[in-house]
């Protein structure tokens, strides 16, 4: 059987969930995958990054990361989503992305990739939770499988204990405050090995 095909799709505004793709990007070619990191296209006008430095140096940090797109997704055997939250819900940019996929979603191809998901705010409660599951929500309507990390390591308590998906607070100077980097990599394990499981299955 052939390697797990892995795309990591992120955005980030302040480099945090280009960094919690970069960590799943590790622990899934620890388990063997072939994983692609990318990320979504930016809409926000360049005059208002340019007026924001930590914007302008993310930007500048994920200059050479390709934009990801729906042949990304075809490809794709499994998918982890990475995105700040933005009021209880997921960044525009990755919506936008969601929302241009009903060409292949129409066509199927969108069934029975395994996906998860992780994201970021700047205070615990400031809506990791609902950002995820929002995610999630989209992903029933592709018929894709869902791989939650649940509680299956101890590693995820160090973390925060997200079920849904890791997810990290951000303090005031940019600075993750849980230590979530294992934590990652064994949701990214974990989505790997459900992807096993699906493509062996459908052999």
Known sequence: MSNVKLAVVFYSMGGTNYQLAKWAEAGAKEAGAEVKVLKVQELAPQSVIEG?????STVDATKDVPVVTSDDVEWADAIIFSTPTRFGNMASQMKQFLDIQGGIWASGKTVNKVVSAMSSAQNPHGGQEATIL??????????AIIASPGYTDPVLFGAGGNPYGTS???DQDGKMVEDVEAAVKHQAKRTVTVAEWVKKGNQ
């Open 52 to 56: 924001n430095e930590v914007w302008k």
């Open 134 to 143: 929002s995610l999630y929500t989209s992903m029933m309507h592709w018929g």
């Open 168 to 170: 990290v607070t951000v």
